[in-house]
């Protein structure tokens, strides 16, 4: 049992899109959570609920500063995630990955914690191999717009690995390809809400070339299940292990989706594709399904269903 082998965990991030999930199963399951977080790109209003709850507690610190508590584990989700957000200050976000990461692994070293770092699909770049093992190297511009972001994941992952080695620190690295559900900001940019709000707004829903690249969106739980399940596996299995949904899906098949489930009247209109965004992304999760006996639940139009009706409501709010 989870709240048995870890009975106090720390979520950095824990007031983002997936930390907010994290930290609310953490507690159903009875364990004592420490929410760090910057209110970077996370809200309050994520984790409000959960206020005043005796298992739950936040630390607004900033994790590129050494952090001295005391935790059985720990889940490294602080960064910005979406290319608005990331790219805003990209030196800012490097820092995150890198000196978050070395802040985190001191903090694991010191308490003998298990760490385990959420790290992306986006260590991948643009994949010239389909669908992505772990064993794929990847293919990233080093000096683009979203190396920030991608080089500084790339970096995490060498220093949980040294980490690992040098100091026999516990660790675990999840690769989590896109995720969607309630809690993402409506004004971050990414693919799902950006295309939710605009249908739910009745606005055109703008797509990226010819909405042709396809995705793969995993429904928030089901990357927290997989997220527990990595943290609780054998100690000799540290990962990078794939978390996502294998199943593609077109941009233009998505809006189509979302504007039928919103009965929208919302047009689709096309614009020029960023810089560097790639074309095809999707999961080979055999080592997860092997290893954790995870794969994903919720299926994509199931999930769009619950998130749509979360951002009606929010939207209304
Ligand atoms: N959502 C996805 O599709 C996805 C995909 C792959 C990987 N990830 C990874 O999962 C993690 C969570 O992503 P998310 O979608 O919930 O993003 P998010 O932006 O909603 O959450 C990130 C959280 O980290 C906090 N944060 C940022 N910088 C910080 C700092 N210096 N110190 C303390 N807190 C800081 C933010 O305030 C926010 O609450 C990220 O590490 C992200 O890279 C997410």
Redesign the pocket.
């Known amino acids: 049992m989870l709240s048995k082998t870890y009975p106090r965990i720390c979520v ?9 999930h994290l930290c609310r199963r953490l507690i159903a399951e009875g364990v004592e959570v420490l929410c ?8 309050r209003s ?1 984790i409000v609920d959960l206020i005043g709850n005796p298992l739950f507690e936040v630390l607004r ?4 500063m050494p952090l001295f508590i005391e935790t059985d584990a720990i889940f ?7 290319p608005i ?1 990331y790219q805003y200050d990209p030196v ?1 976000t490097t ?2 990955s890198v000196d ?1 990461s070395i802040n985190v692994l001191g903090l694991a070293r010191r308490t003998g914690a298990r760490v385990l770092q ?5 260590v991948y770049g643009d994949p010239a191999v389909h669908p992505q093992p772990e064993t794929y190297l990847g293919n990233v511009n080093p000096i683009g717009i979203r190396a920030c ?1 991608d080089e500084g ?1 790339r970096c995490a992952e060498t220093l949980f690995f040294d980490y690992h080695r040098q100091y026999g620190t516990s660790i675990k690295v999840a ?6 559900g309630p ?3 409506p004004n ?1 940019g ?1 693919v799902v809400s950006n295309f939710i709000v605009q249908a739910l707004r009745g606005e055109p829903i703008t797509l990226h070339g010819d909405g042709s690249q396809t995705r793969s969106f995993a429904y928030v739980d089901d ?1 927290v299940d997989g997220l527990i399940r990595l943290m609780l596996s054998d100690e000799g299995f540290t990962g990078p292990v794939n978390l996502g949904n294998p199943t593609e899906i077109s941009m233009r098949i998505l809006a189509e989706t979302i504007v039928d489930i919103v009965g929208s009247s919302s047009e689709l209109v096309f614009r020029p594709l960023p810089q560097d965004d790639p074309r095809r992304r999707c999961p080979d999760i055999a080592l997860a399904e092997q290893a954790l006996q995870w794969k994903p639940t919720v299926t994509v139009r199931d999930g769009l269903e619950r998130t749509v009706a979360y951002f009606s409501k929010t939207l209304a709010a």
């Open positions: 950095t991030g824990g007031a983002g899109f997936i930390g907010s760090v977080d910057n209110y970077y790109t996370g809200a994520n610190h900033d994790i590129t490294n989700l602080a960064c910005p995630a979406s957000h800012q820092r995150v978050g959420a790290s992306t699909s986006e972001y994941k690769r989590i390809f896109n995720t969607f809690h993402m900001q971050d990414r990357i």
